[in-house]
């Protein structure tokens, strides 16, 4: 069982940065993936950026990309998410991730492939 508790959101104005923490519990099996997810209101939840957690490489969704950078810190168990130019349409709950079972690139932003999952972290930017 893992437990995953997300830090750091809050209220910004546009063009503003945040910086999103992760935290997991202890865990002894593999792990292949961590990401991050939002969910605004009405919308259904969507993939934004996910690390492997074995060799680090990084996957972006395009409406973040050069914007958000998605990062780890293995000996604290604990995924970050910096977030910067943030912008209103980026306003949503957001989610960490962690997948246990290995899977196709193609699906890394797909809820289904995660088992674990925080209990999310309010982010608003206002313009």
């Known amino acids: 069982q893992v437990q995953l508790v997300e830090s750091g959101g809050g209220s910004v104005q546009a063009g503003g940065s945040l910086r999103l923490s992760c935290a997991a519990s202890?865990?002894?099996?593999?792990?292949?993936?961590g990401g991050w997810f939002r969910q605004a209101p009405g919308k259904e939840r969507e993939g934004v950026a996910v690390i492997d957690t074995r060799v680090g490489s990084t996957y972006y969704a395009d409406s973040v990309k050069g914007r958000f950078t998605i990062s780890q810190d293995n000996a604290e168990n604990t995924l970050y998410l910096q977030m910067n130019m943030l912008k209103p349409e980026d306003t949503a709950m957001y989610y960490c991730?962690?997948?246990?079972?290995?899977?196709?690139?193609?699906?890394?932003?797909?809820?289904?492939?995660?088992?674990?999952w925080g209990q999310g972290t309010q982010v608003t930017v206002s313009s």
């Open positions: 202890e865990y002894t099996g593999r792990r292949y993936f």
């Open positions: 991730a962690a997948a246990t079972r290995p899977t196709y690139t193609s699906y890394l932003f797909l809820v289904g492939a995660y088992d674990y």
